[in-house]
């Protein structure tokens, strides 16, 4: 048999071995396991193939299948990392539930839902085409805070990301960033024309612009993803996702470097403007607790960071109007205020919250305490010696909880 293909049925076999491995954890809910099912699939269709080719089969015939199967395994490995670490009890498993209601209404109704703990301090979403295709989301928290349920709202944000992927909004706001993109080369073409191999009328059938700017248009549609995934997160959760953005990331990093991102001063910024719109209240000097970043004007992809910017800044209210719009569809727009103020009445009683619409009610009112100065639980219970912080948590988890029981109660 080929040494090549010999080692690639090897490697591919380890990895389903791996699964079957992982599959043996008990895992909280069953949506990790069903994962874990679909992707063991794909790598068992994978080792079927690779069983039929044999030593008749040239070696430019073999190669591009065994490369396949290697790109196979980079693709799925750290997905099956993400999926074992979605078992580690240090996490707010409690949220899952919840979370997934919301989810259900966001994405479908059989969409799955996957919160893991991962060694990166800003929480992300996995996006792996396929696994999204089959209704997979997945959300991952700071393994150092993921017990800490009042970070809850930044799974708000991750959730923006598929809901960006499943509305194809890509597609949507491609001509918009276009446009104005164009616009702004247009308004700075003495600069351009000097490296630009084409007159500037070339800019108006968009073929120039895509072709010579494709990485500064690139850029300003992942800032308007960004953008609209605060957007969604803060439309969802309040003022708990700003809170929860300022604790996760301010004052953010003096030299900005990677331009997929708007500054996180710019995104603070935005946010407020959104938050004057939808109502909801912005904590004091907000925007001022992140440092204004900047870029060396030497830098190479200066002046085209400069337009993707300009274009996400200018993008803003459409983004805004398009996330409220989709939560609003959806049923998503969860807040209420009594919910809220008799929610903190429970904490400072140190009960959990009960008869709630949405978590969101219970995340809020926990801020309200956390940002307190007053200690909830010496106030009520003068006696009592125990971490203000620690028991407000136990009781947003144990809240969590009492609401997903609610809810089923309410279903049955």
């Keep these: 048999m080929s040494r090549l293909l010999d080692r690639t049925k090897k490697k591919i076999k380890s990895v389903i071995k791996l699964i079957d491995k992982i599959k043996s954890i008990n895992f909280p809910y069953t949506d990790s396991n069903e994962a874990l099912n679909y992707v063991r699939e794909r790598f068992i269709k994978e080792n079927d193939f690779l069983n039929q080719l044999d030593d008749s089969d040239s070696l430019i015939v073999i190669q591009p299948y065994c490369q396949r199967s290697i790109e196979l395994c980079d693709k799925y490995l750290p997905v099956l990392g993400y999926i074992e670490r979605s078992a580690d009890l240090d996490g707010a498993v409690e949220l899952h539930g919840p979370m997934l209601r919301i989810t259900h209404k966001a994405i479908d109704k059989n969409a799955k839902l996957i919160i893991s703990s991962e060694w990166y301090f800003s929480p992300f979403t996995a996006l792996v085409d396929d696994l999204n295709a089959q209704g997979f989301v997945m959300v991952g928290m700071p393994c150092s805070d993921a017990s800490n349920a009042l970070i809850a709202p930044a799974s708000g944000h991750e959730l923006g990301h598929n809901i960006w992927y499943k509305e194809n909004l890509n597609a ?40 010579y700017f494709a990485t500064p248009l690139e850029w300003a549609m992942l800032q308007c993803e960004e953008v609209f995934c605060d957007f969604v997160a803060l439309l969802l959760f309040r003022e708990s996702y700003l809170h929860t953005f300022e604790y996760l990331l301010a004052p953010g990093d003096k030299d900005r470097t990677n331009f997929n991102y ?151």
């Excluded at 949507?172 to 084409?198: A, H, L």
């Design 172 to 211: 949507e706001f491609e001509k918009s960033v276009r446009e104005i993109f164009c616009t702004q080369v247009k308004s700075d073409w003495e600069y351009w024309k000097k490296s630009m191999p084409f007159e500037l009328e070339a800019l108006e059938d968009g073929f120039a612009i895509g072709m």
């Design 262 to 412: 708007p500054s996180l001063h710019t995104r603070a910024t935005l946010m407020e403007k959104a938050s004057l719109d939808a109502k909801i209240d912005v904590p004091e000097k907000f925007v001022n607790g992140f440092v204004q970043s900047t870029s060396c004007s030497d830098d190479p992809n200066f002046k085209q960071s400069q337009i993707s910017d300009k274009v996400c800044f200018d993008l803003w209210e459409q983004l805004y109007k398009r996330a409220a719009e989709f939560l609003e569809k959806r049923g998503l727009l969860l807040h209420d205020k009594d919910d809220v103020e008799r929610n903190i009445q429970d904490f400072k009683l140190v009960i959990p919250a009960r008869n709630n619409k949405s978590i969101v009610n219970i995340i809020n009112a926990a801020w309200r305490i956390a940002n307190s100065d007053i200690n909830f639980l010496t106030e009520n219970y003068p006696k009592i010696d125990s971490d203000r912080d620690a028991v407000l948590n136990e009781l947003m988890l144990k809240s969590f909880e009492v609401f997903e029981i609610e809810q089923r109660l309410r279903k049955s």
